[in-house]
């Protein structure tokens, strides 16, 4: 599937941003989506996913619960609503879809489309 993303921007430190990534020509019917980001000289990280077919949600553990993935069906669109949003938020967040088995849903290896990726700045 082919994978926009968009939403990114600045935004001050307690802010909230919400990125969306949608798909052209396909569906993510039986597909996992996942957002992860990638700030300068760090890897790229699983932020939060979901299964589309059943709605399952999984989320780094990292997040304090700041972040909360859902799907729109109509608009075959996945959200990433980010809420208290605090500077080491900043990184470059790409979307991904793939299909893999349940355990394999946090490893970035196991999605095999990418977006191109929306750049979210937080200041201090």
Known sequence: ?????????????????????????STFRDYTVGWFRQAPGRERELVAGIKWNSRHTFY?????????????????????????LKPEDTAVYYCAAGTMIHGLRRNRDAYKDWGQGTLVTVSS
């Open 1 to 25: 599937v082919q994978l926009q993303a968009s939403g990114g921007g600045f935004v001050q430190a307690g802010g909230s941003l919400r990125l969306s990534c949608t798909t052209s020509g």
């Open 60 to 84: 780094s553990d990292l997040l304090e619960g700041r972040f909360t993935i859902s799907r729109d069906n109509a608009k075959n669109t996945v959200y990433l609503q980010m809420d208290n």
